[in-house]
């Protein structure tokens, strides 16, 4: 069946079933690999990508139920208009977030999701909203570096918006 979707700004037509997982169509029909598969359960969150602006977890999304709506994912967030790295990605640098970094693509999708609706939040909305998982255990760098984005932009610092959605 012929599903039309908009990904990072781009529509793309692929022919799967309407209930293929949207990681799947993502990772092997749109060859865009940086979405990761960790459970396949939608609790650990290295799926996260954003449908419409709002962070979803893609291992059990049916591919039909993201239809019309436009899809981000870390491929869209990687780099803004003007060529520079999206502020939660530099934020990871500096505060050297990732060991293995095999979450860390759902993790940098859910922060700046979070950080779009709460663009200061606490550290008790930062537990509650970013459930992703991180075996390193790295969530206090994670913790470190929204504080710095959400600081830096209150600064004045460029917001950086993602593109496409």
């Known amino acids: 069946m012929a599903i039309t979707l908009t990904v990072n700004g781009q529509t793309r ?22 979405t990761k598969f960790g459970c396949g359960i939608a609790a650990c969150g290295a799926c996260t990508v954003h449908l419409d602006g709002r962070a979803v977890r893609t291992c059990t999304l049916p591919v039909s139920a993201a239809e019309g709506m436009p899809i981000t994912t870390i491929e869209g967030l990687e780099q803004v208009q003007d060529g520079e790295l999206h502020d939660v990605q530099q934020a990871w640098i500096d505060h050297q977030v990732p060991q293995c970094g095999y979450c860390q693509s759902g993790m940098i999708m859910a922060v700046s999701s979070l950080l779009a609706q709460r663009p200061d939040p606490s550290d008790e909305q930062i537990d509650a909203t970013i459930t992703n998982i991180c075996r ?11 504080h710095a984005v959400a600081d830096a932009r209150k600064a004045g610092g460029a917001k950086k918006e993602e593109r496409h959605g």
């Open 13 to 34: 037509t692929v022919d799967v079933e309407p209930d293929t997982p949207l990681l799947w169509v993502l990772r092997d029909t749109l060859g865009l690999t940086g």
């Open 136 to 146: 390193c255990g790295t969530f206090v760098r994670v913790r470190r570096a929204i």
